[in-house]
């Protein structure tokens, strides 16, 4: 298996811009995680799905942001409008059963300007 | 006070050092204690796990649980420069099945 596939590697925008970042979990995996992570704060989970359904979004940091898995091959992780404060990097990972042996993607690292 | 307390470094040490990375924390609620090791640009991949308190050995890596004292450690026996990354410790706060507490993360550098 591949691993978790995130898309794209890198991304710069301008600030206002839509940005969609993309993952497509390990095959068979049934838990669905994205992460940002950033010196000042860390790694921080802003959405967790299961069986292609959210759990809980409770760390998404706003109404920009936005996520969906319509299927249990590939989800999406939407910030419309960006900012600056988004710069970051965005991980996807997947699990099965253990949740904390989850296997994270290569990243996403997010520049708004 | 943050949750998981973890000195960033750098932390520069020889090749074929001990490495002691620490991690403190303030709830004691929390039972499975993890470490990741994160390379530079990868994502973060789990290097082992315990539960509880005790030591759980892998490889040139142990693992070690103090709940009493609230601290958690990771030692590299015969340190490697292929060691040299970023190491995080992270928590199972026990009332989540999903949820993690991370620490900030300690940059280890391994000199040839």
């Known amino acids: 298996d591949a691993g978790v596939i995130q898309s794209p590697r890198h991304e710069v925008t301008e600030m206002g811009q839509e940005v969609t970042l993309r993952c497509k979990p390990i095959s068979g995996h049934n838990s669905l995680f994205w992460y940002r992570q950033t010196m000042m704060r860390g790694l921080e989970l802003l959405i967790y799905?299961?069986?292609?359904?959210?759990?809980?979004d409770s760390g998404m940091p706003e109404d920009r942001f936005s996520a969906k898995m319509p299927n249990a091959s590939f989800s999406t992780l939407k910030i419309q409008p960006s900012e600056p404060r988004d710069s970051a990097v965005y991980f996807c990972?997947?699990?099965?059963?253990?949740?904390?042996?989850?296997?994270f993607g290569q990243g996403t690292r997010l520049t708004v300007v | 006070q943050k949750e998981v307390e973890q000195d960033p470094g750098p932390l520069s040490v020889p090749e074929g050092a001990i490495v002691s990375l620490n991690c403190t924390y303030s709830n004691s609620a929390f039972q499975y204690f993890m470490w990741y090791r994160q390379y530079s640009r990868k994502g973060p991949e789990l290097l082992m796990y315990?539960?509880s308190s005790g030591n759980k050995e892998d490889g040139r890596f142990t693992a070690q649980v103090d709940k009493s004292s609230k601290y958690i450690s990771l030692f590299i026996r015969d340190s490697q420069p292929s060691d040299s990354a970023t190491y995080l410790c992270a928590m199972d706060p026990m009332d989540s099945n999903y949820q993690l507490i991370w620490g900030a993360g300690t940059k280890l550098i391994i000199k040839p």
């Open positions: 315990t539960y």
């Open positions: 799905f299961n069986n292609n359904v959210p759990i809980d």
């Open positions: 990972a997947s699990s099965l059963g253990r949740f904390y042996e989850a296997f």
